[in-house]
């Protein structure tokens, strides 16, 4: 029972580990191109595997074994262990801090070895060296990437020969990072042997690690890892090679469980760093730190109030609360309540700013809509002004053609007339053949004056009183075309008897044509007929 | 096993071209001179030598490609010096084609005008020979780019001031020439002066690389 909880936590926790945290250890070396991605895939897990492996062996063949973190048998810690790191991963990605899967186990051991050993104060060394980790790796990377650059300078060594040896160099690297972050974390496992009292055979060390490297054939870990490459596809050979050069170095050196995803951020940044001197890398680094804190501490914390509650469920000789629990829990509860606060905080404010933004915009639309009208009435309106000036300028033409034309008939008119003068010496025949003619002339000028004026007159009413017409039309269909002319006349003002003028009636007829425009207007006695038709 | 050679083969192949491309340019200066001075013996010598360049720089560009892609692992810069090597050909055939110009169409210059399109060759040339030292160092020493290449600009600037004295003095000055005897002069000051643009763009082209180098 508990070999298989133990393989079932191991598994677990490798799992996790391979989805958070190594997907950038194989995602960083992609953008070389060096090999198929399930190539590198495969053998920086075989290799990780045989760091594990390596670890392991050696702890459990050694007599004296480097324990550091206690002992204690039971279930009940593989179950703690577990709960601790799974809460402490979900609450920190709730409350959007970039949890550490390999800390937030770490933690949890060290929780669980604080409340066996009594001795919080021998673990200081490693917290803070686990805190000191993200920085180290940022500066580490850094002056590593200044060297590298300063060496190439002054070897000299040509763009090609350079690229052909940073083949070979990555593909050192690659083994050399598996191997020794596989070391590293072979560490956890021994812890985690230790406080579990459980310490498996070799066999199943390697039948685990084994597993392992079946991994990566999943599909959803290089969604991950790709997305992760797709950001490094800026860098250059040399910052690859910086950033895994300082991971080997403190993998190496530092015999603390160490975050990949951590290290391997802070060590992009601090290569960038050196390049650019970008204030963001810093910010990077800075988040790195927070997040092993909080994944550190939070665990620890958690898993020590835990035990501390399965006792106090267990023992049945006290029933005392221990005072420290409360109090750890309390710290837990009310961390955990100001962070989601800060954080609603924050996202009530950008909501706020979004909403201001997004009604900025509307007011602008609306009014960019109101000038677009405005510019469209005020259009329409000059158009309308222009129909008018061309109409009354077409009416002045029409006047002085008019003009004109008369000045001509009368020319004519009087040059008959002239030859009244000698009327005494006319014979009775000329004389009625003189009155003939201008007779004939004037009745002439008669009719087609009212020709010109019905065609002048009537094109001219109707285009400029064109709305008048409309209404009357959709008001008064059944009228007919001749009552409609004499509507627009009296709406025009003018009087009867210029009416008849025009229309070549007699004023009698006049009236009763106004008569029956009335009726069929359906006035009143008291209703004045022209303000109602200007009215309209 | 480890292709060591191979790599070696690619940076001579490099240093090859360029070597060709900068002879390239003595044998399309020398042709000038020869077809100026009407040493026709010389010139005909000259378009024999400029062909077998040719072949051989397209050979050599042929093969280093092929390298590039399956030898080496650069990740940006590959495709930088891919353009290099394209603006460098098109020199190379600006070279080729201008020299076969002079041999095909046999343009009537006066002697008048021997120095001018001498001097103008040279500014030209000497432009072509001034990134040529700039690109082999891009593999080598980036750094030192900038010093060399702005004196590429310096020769394209001297090479077009030539090439428009020409082009004055035949328009303003020759009216003995005809109009399409004018037209040719003019057309051939052009293609020389365009090969002192395309070393300008090799220019170009080798500063944006050094920037990004350095990024």
């Known amino acids: 029972m508990q070999c298989t909880m133990f393989i079932l936590t191991v598994l677990f926790f490798t799992f996790l580990f391979i989805f958070r945290e190594y997907s950038v250890l194989v995602g960083i070396f992609l953008p070389v191109r060096l090999m198929k991605r399930v190539k590198i895939g495969l053998l920086s897990f075989l290799m990780f595997s045989a760091g594990v492996t390596l670890s392991l062996y050696n702890f459990i063949g050694s007599e004296h074994q480097n324990a550091i973190y206690g002992n204690e048998t039971g279930n ?155 950001g490094c596809e800026d860098y250059t050979l040399n910052s690859i090679v910086s950033v895994s050069t300082a991971i080997i170095l403190l993998t190496s050196l530092v015999h603390i469980p160490v975050t990949v995803y951590g290290c391997v951020k802070s060590g992009i940044s601090g290569a960038f760093f050196a390049k650019k001197h970008d204030p963001s890398n810093l910010k990077t680094v800075f988040q790195e730190t927070v997040s092993t804190v909080a994944s550190l501490f939070f665990s620890a914390m958690l898993s020590y109030l835990l035990l501390n509650i399965y006792r106090s469920a267990n023992e049945e000789e006290s029933k005392f609360i221990n005072v420290t629990v409360l109090a750890i829990a309390a710290l837990l509860t009310l961390s955990v309540i100001f962070i989601s606060y800060v954080k609603q905080q924050k996202n009530d404010r950008r909501k706020t700013n979004l909403l201001l933004y997004s009604k900025q915009q509307q007011i602008y639309e609306h009014s960019r809509a109101l000038n677009e009208m405005e510019m469209k009435t005020v259009l329409s309106e000059n158009q309308l002004l222009h129909a008018t000036v061309e109409l009354k300028r077409k009416e002045a033409m029409n006047i002085a053609l008019g003009i004109c034309e008369q000045k001509e008939y009368l020319e004519s008119l009087k040059k008959k007339t002239s030859r009244l003068y000698e009327y005494k010496k006319m014979t009775d025949e000329e004389k009625i053949r003189l009155y003939d003619e201008i007779n004939n002339s004037v009745s002439q000028r008669l009719s087609f004056d009212h020709e010109i004026d019905t065609i002048y007159f009537s094109s001219q009413a109707e285009s400029l009183h064109k709305d008048f017409t409309i209404k009357l039309n959709d008001r008064f269909p059944n009228l007919t075309q001749q009552e409609k002319r004499l509507a627009t006349l009296l709406c025009l003002g003018f009087s009867s008897k210029y009416i008849s003028t025009l229309m070549n009636i007699t004023p009698k007829s006049v009236e009763i044509s106004r008569y029956r425009l009335r009726q069929k207007l359906k006035l009143g006695k008291g209703d004045n007929l022209v303000s109602f038709l200007q009215s309209l | 096993m480890f292709k060591r050679n191979k790599i070696s083969k690619l940076i001579s192949d490099i240093d090859s071209y360029f070597n060709t491309l900068d002879k390239a340019s003595s044998i399309f200066q020398e042709g000038v001179r020869n077809y100026l001075y009407s040493n026709k013996e010389n010139f005909n010598t000259n378009l024999n030598d400029m062909s077998r360049t040719q072949d051989d720089l397209s050979e050599l560009k042929k093969e280093m490609e092929f390298a590039l892609y399956t030898q080496t692992s650069l990740i940006r810069t590959r495709s930088d010096i891919m353009r290099l090597l394209e603006k460098t050909r098109n020199i190379a055939d600006l070279l080729n084609e201008s020299l076969f110009q002079f041999e095909i169409e046999m343009p009537l210059i006066p002697s008048d005008l021997n120095p001018d399109f001498m001097k103008l060759t040279e500014f030209s040339i000497l432009a072509v020979q001034s990134i040529i030292p700039a690109a082999k160092d891009y593999f080598i020493e980036p750094d030192m780019i900038p010093d060399k290449i702005s004196r590429a600009y310096y020769y394209e600037k001297e090479a077009t001031r030539f090439s428009q004295n020409i082009k004055r003095t035949v328009f303003h000055k020759m009216d003995n020439l005809k109009l399409s005897e004018k037209f040719h002069l003019r057309y051939f000051a052009l293609h020389i002066e365009n090969i002192a643009k395309a070393a300008e763009n090799v220019a170009d082209q080798l500063a944006v690389m050094v920037t990004r180098r350095s990024l």
């Open chain 1, 76 to 230: 009940h810690v593989m179950v703690i262990v577990l709960t601790c790191t799974l809460i402490t991963v979900m609450i920190l990605n709730y409350l959007k801090i970039k949890p550490s899967s390999v800390l937030s186990v770490l933690g949890s051991i060290i929780g669980v070895s604080i409340f066996l050993e009594k001795e919080p104060l021998r673990f200081t060394y490693p917290l803070i060296i686990s805190v000191l980790v993200p920085i180290a790796v940022f500066a580490l990377s850094m002056t590593l990437n200044l060297l590298f650059n300063m060496v190439l300078k002054k070897t000299r060594i040509n763009l090609l020969l350079l690229s052909y040896y940073m083949r070979y160099a990555v593909g050192i690297i690659i083994v050399g990072t598996s191997f020794t972050v596989g070391f590293n974390h072979g560490l956890l496992y021994e812890s985690y042997c230790e406080i579990t009292g459980y310490t498996p055979d070799i066999p199943i060390v390697i039948i685990i690690a084994s597993s392992v490297i079946l991994l990566p054939l999943i599909k959803n870990f290089w969604n991950i890892t790709e997305r992760f490459a797709e």
